[in-house]
């Protein structure tokens, strides 16, 4: 069977199209998954007494358990209690008003959260005790210390990683098909079952996977080598 080029750029058309849906599966986990991953990192690095054992418990949890059966879990999850807590908040909302993006937009964020709280828990721990001293000896109380001078270098050192998980999320995307939603891979995937000319929505598709991945590198690279420098002037 020849490669049919038409419909390559058709599939190429609809997985461009729905390339919105991608990042928005991406990015939003990846924001959750920064905020509260850095929080679990700084209650095991600080070793608060309880909440440590519990940040453990969930990364531990998180990390052993396969991406797909974490969509999977949710969805039922979700599917069962979504009308009882719309009726609890007095909204007339039913479950098959709930769009399947933002079950997957909750799956990829249990994920992020446990993934990015290793990626800062590493960063912290990589700058030495010896920056907290200094911290101290100049008035600065812990908090201080920690937003101040410890996770600005700590930052540089956990962007290389932040990217990678962030592809990991841009390709994680994909299983999002698995609850109905359409992502840019599955879009291709559905323009190509009329004709079955699944080869060519496969190439389209792995086409739009490069570009995004590679600009999420190159950014990436820019902005660990500008963090980089301004830790460099302001140690200077």
């Not at 993006?101 to 700058?127: D, K, P, Y």
């Not at 599955?186 to 600009?215: C, D």
Request: proline share 3%; net charge positive; charged share 15%.
């Amino acid at each position: 069977m020849s490669f049919d080029t038409d419909f390559f750029l058709v599939a190429l058309k609809q997985a461009i199209l729905f390339t919105p849906n991608t990042l928005l599966m991406a990015g939003i986990p990846l924001a959750i998954g920064i905020v509260a991953g850095l929080a679990l990192a700084a209650i095991r690095v600080f070793r608060i007494p309880f909440l440590a054992q519990i940040a453990r418990a969930y990364v531990v949890l998180v990390k052993s358990i396969p991406l797909t059966l974490v969509l999977v879990i949710v969805y039922f999850f979700m599917m069962r209690a979504f009308d009882g807590i719309m009726q609890s908040l007095g909204f007339r909302l039913h479950e098959k008003d709930l769009d399947p993006i933002w079950i997957a937009v909750t799956a990829l964020s249990f994920w992020a959260i446990g993934n990015i709280s290793e990626v800062f828990r590493g960063a912290l721990t990589s700058v030495g005790t010896g920056q907290y001293e200094a911290a101290f000896s100049v008035g600065l109380n812990r908090r201080q210390a920690f937003f101040r001078i410890v996770l600005p270098q700590a930052l540089p050192a956990s962007l290389p990683m932040l990217c990678n998980i962030l592809i990991g999320l841009i390709k994680g995307s994909s299983i999002a098909f698995l609850v109905s939603a359409v992502d840019l891979l599955n879009a291709a995937l559905i323009e190509a079952t009329g004709n079955y000319r699944y080869l060519e929505a496969y190439v389209a598709a792995a086409l739009v996977y490069w570009a995004l991945t590679s600009s999420v590198e190159q950014v990436g690279f820019r902005l660990e080598r500008r963090f980089t420098l301004q830790t460099k002037g302001a140690v200077a």
